[in-house]
């Protein structure tokens, strides 16, 4: 069983940025890899970025490549998202999900998937 606890939110002015942190806890972590998606209002979710615990192996959504930056401290089983020049448009709630490594980067299988309860992101301004 793995536990994902998300924190970081909030409501930030458009043009700033902001860091979402991901903790995660259980048995056998370093097993997984370590997802983020966003669900904006009305909108399905979408990936946003991953990240493995070994290798340092990321994967980043082609259509914001740049502004996102995902990292991870191994020591602390945590994982980061940084996200440059916030729009309106990222104004969604940000998931950290937990897959077993074996499915890749970017891959939430239905049933394999440990997610956190989200952080709200709300971007005015």
């Known amino acids: 069983q793995v536990q994902v606890v998300e924190s970081g939110g909030g409501s930030v002015q458009a043009g700033n940025s902001l860091t979402l942190s991901c903790v995660v806890s259980?048995?056998?972590?370093?097993?997984?890899?370590m997802n983020w998606f966003r669900q904006a209002p009305g909108k399905e979710r979408e990936f946003v970025a991953a990240?493995?615990?070994?290798?340092?192996?990321?994967k980043y959504t082609d259509s914001e490549k740049g502004r996102f930056t995902i990292s991870s401290d191994n020591a602390e089983y945590t994982v980061y998202l940084r996200i440059k020049s916030l729009t309106l448009e990222d104004t969604a709630v940000y998931y950290c999900?937990?897959?077993?490594?074996?499915?890749?980067?970017?891959?939430?299988?239905?049933?394999?998937?440990?997610w956190g309860q989200g952080t709200q992101v709300t971007v005015f301004s």
């Open positions: 999900a937990a897959v077993d490594r074996d499915y890749g980067l970017g891959f939430v299988p239905e049933g394999y998937t440990y």
């Open positions: 259980g048995r056998t972590v370093s097993r997984y890899v």
């Open positions: 990240i493995s615990w070994t290798g340092g192996r990321r």
